[in-house]
T-cell receptor, first 113, second 119 residues
């Protein structure tokens, strides 16, 4: 089954404790992206990657890091999480051909205390 | 910068009735894409319908259709014969192709409209 997976689905952590949210897609997509969803703000892009070893900032990159060492994986790293990073996070991928549809993972609910 | 505005935070409709969700956007681009996504309580993001800006014909997917007014920068979603399973948050989104690639880009989302379908 073609899908985007994220782990963990739920995470409660404390300020300053480094964490990684993993994202993996099995569709051989070149483009991957991370978004965060906050009430009243919709989804906003954090980082994106056009291909392996190619990443760039989105609209709200502060406090986040990403890497793209393999085509299928695009982890989101919070080196020192803060309470304002409490949010719902989505990973998405897109093939880069004419389809233009981004496939979303199931979301990760992160709470930083 | 592109922006997307959904001015209706919440809406409700009776089962089997028709409802229209509004969306406006701001861009100076001529080539772009517009989407409606559905987010049910499971939080999964589900693509409902897509419209290419160069196409004048409004997109339709079964009970879902759009009214795309390019000059007015308006992109509303009409849901006909509403069903209980349509209860969800709906997001309007704009995509401008990145780096001239034509096919991959950042989605810019509106604030969302929560739709409640009542039995």
């Amino acid at each position: 089954e073609a899908q985007v997976t994220q782990n963990p689905r739920y995470l409660i952590t404390v300020t300053g404790k480094k964490l990684t949210v993993t994202c993996s897609q099995n569709m051989n997509h070149e483009y991957m992206s991370w978004y965060r969803q906050d009430p009243g703000l919709g989804l906003r892009q954090i980082y994106y990657s056009m291909n392996v070893e190619v990443t760039d900032k989105g609209d709200v990159p502060e406090g986040y890091k990403v890497s793209r060492k393999e085509k299928r994986n695009f982890p989101l790293i919070l080196e020192s999480p803060s309470p304002n990073q409490t949010s719902l996070y989505f990973c998405a991928s897109e093939s880069g051909n004419l389809v233009n549809e981004q496939f979303f993972g199931p979301g990760t609910r992160l709470t930083v205390l | 910068a592109q922006t997307v505005t959904q001015s209706q935070p919440e809406m409700s409709v009776q089962e089997a009735e028709t409802v229209t969700l509004s969306c406006t956007y701001d861009t100076s681009e001529n080539n772009y894409y517009l989407f409606w996504y559905k987010q049910p309580p499971s939080r999964q993001m589900i693509l409902v319908i897509r419209q290419e800006a160069y196409k004048q014909q409004n997109a339709t997917e079964n009970r879902f259709s759009v009214n795309f007014q390019k000059a007015a920068k308006s992109f509303s979603l009409k849901i006909s014969d509403s069903q209980l399973g349509d209860t969800a948050m709906y997001f309007c989104a704009f995509m401008k192709p990145l780096h001239g690639s034509g096919n991959t880009g950042k989605l810019i989302f509106g604030q969302g409209t929560t739709l409640q379908v009542k039995p």
